[in-house]
């Protein structure tokens, strides 16, 4: 690990976002009532966005265990099982999360009906296609990496792994234990701002339904992974001194639409988006400390 970088970047890059994140939370702990009412106006490219944005998300799991396939892969034939293995569950765990969050939209495009005895073929076609994107994004991933930066490779899957299932469990632990209304409940009420809640007035495991996980994003905390992204700068094939500034600009871009989109439409109020975005930051920042300790540049 260079000295002075946290997720391929410069220090004060971290810093200054972590930065700007608590300026968001600071704001919003006294405006996110005020900013929602401003901002929320559901479209339909908001709701769009919205329900397929976050999709390219979990297309990092087979990115990351691409790059434990070829990291073990590149340090020779005793890490073959290793690294098919690693391959094979990341795979696994890619199709999961994609069926899992957006499997009911391809099985109604493709006709299927829970209990139809006929609805079989639909059921196996939408997992064929889950599995066929992450192949596809297996083999397009392996063509790119720099089979000779193995350790690198190794502890950037491991990195993203670990970080963003991490990541995901504290999220949904601050969920229940915060149980904040969300915008768009809060609207369906006669006086919406009698039941709003700061988020710091937790109420834990009031209740489990959706509309009581406002805080912290879950949307963001699964964006916050394409900050990983100025990492593949230094163990990509094809790569200049500008690659990683190019990932690093499209994570930002993303997820500021994103964290936009999520406000927009009635789902989240800033804090919440800061709070998910800031929370997993220093998950991954934290983790890719502990594993590029240990790689040699």
């Known amino acids: 690990m260079k000295k002075g970088q946290v997720l391929g ?11 700007l994140l608590c ?14 009412v401003t901002l929320s106006n559901k479209t339909t490219i908001g709701k769009f966005y919205e329900t397929y944005g976050n999709m390219l998300t979990f297309l990092m799991y087979p990115v990351a265990a691409t790059c434990l ?35 009911k939209y391809i099985r109604s495009l493709l006709g299927y009906t829970p209990g139809d005895a006929g609805s079989f073929l639909p059921l196996a076609l939408n997992y064929i296609i889950w599995i066929a994107v992450s192949c596809l994004v297996i083999v397009v991933i392996t063509k790119l990496l720099d089979e ?3 350790d690198k490779l190794i502890a950037i899957g491991a990195v993203i792994l670990i ?18 209304p969300r915008y768009r409940y809060l609207v369906t009420l006669e006086n919406p701002a009698s039941e709003y809640k700061a988020w710091w007035q937790m109420i834990p495991y009031l209740t489990e339904e959706s509309n009581f996980r406002s805080w912290p994003s879950g949307h963001m ?5 394409f900050l990983t992204l ?14 990683k500034y190019w990932l690093f600009g499209f994570a930002v871009i ?3 639409v994103m964290s936009y989109n999520r406000i927009h439409m009635q789902a989240h109020f800033l804090s919440d988006v800061c709070f998910g975005i800031l929370l997993t930051y220093f998950i991954y920042a934290f983790i890719y400390k502990a594993v590029f300790s240990v790689v040699k540049d």
């Open 254 to 256: 993303w997820i500021l």
């Open 163 to 180: 970080a963003a299932l991490l990541g995901e469990a504290v999220n949904e632990w601050l969920k229940a234990v915060g149980c904040r």
């Open 230 to 243: 100025p990492m593949f700068g230094e163990v990509l094939k094809k790569r200049t001194s500008k690659t």
């Open 148 to 150: 000779s930066q193995a």
């Open 9 to 19: 970047m410069r220090s004060q890059v971290f810093w200054i976002i972590v930065s």
């Open 23 to 36: 300026v968001g939370i600071i704001v919003g702990s006294f405006l996110d009532f005020d900013i929602s």
């Open 69 to 103: 396939y070829v990291g073990f892969k590149g340090k020779g034939e005793k890490f073959r099982f290793l690294s098919i293995s690693s391959l094979i569950a990341g795979g696994f765990w890619a199709v999961y999360n994609l069926n899992g969050k957006y499997g």
């Open 221 to 225: 905390t699964d964006a916050t992974i």
